[in-house]
């Protein structure tokens, strides 16, 4: 699929789930702008969009925590990307964690 093919939302971005490729362990979501995921796919590094920040930002930039890109797919609608990686460093999360997920949510 090519990445003119992608189905973006109304503020042109698009959700990447993160997941390690040889675990299939699930470490991070983010957004992507097609900017993002063309400089993602050229690099073979993650390459997303801040929400917050407004602006671009290279996973690993900082941290030194770079993902190498093993593959992208898209999902059936074409609006959700999965982007298998290789994470190398400390860990996908900004706080320092191997991996964003694993707090259980439970019922109150």
């Known amino acids: 699929m090519r990445t003119d093919e992608l189905s973006y939302d109304d503020r042109g971005l698009i ?7 040889d675990t299939g362990e ?24 801040s929400r917050s ?4 930002w290279h996973k690993g930039a900082t941290s030194g ?10 999902d059936c609608d074409a609006d959700v990307l ?5 994470q190398t460093g400390g860990g996908a999360c900004h706080t320092g964690s191997w991996s964003c997920f ?4 439970v019922p109150v």
């Open 65 to 74: 925590d770079v993902q190498r890109v093993v593959a992208v797919s898209a």
């Open 26 to 49: 699930v470490l991070m979501m983010a957004w992507m702008s097609a900017e993002t995921l063309e400089e993602t796919l050229a690099r073979g590094e993650t390459v997303f969009w």
């Open 15 to 21: 959700p990447a789930i993160v997941q390690q490729h």
């Open 102 to 105: 694993g707090d259980e949510v």
């Open 53 to 56: 920040r407004g602006k671009r």
């Open 82 to 86: 999965l982007v298998r990686v290789e």
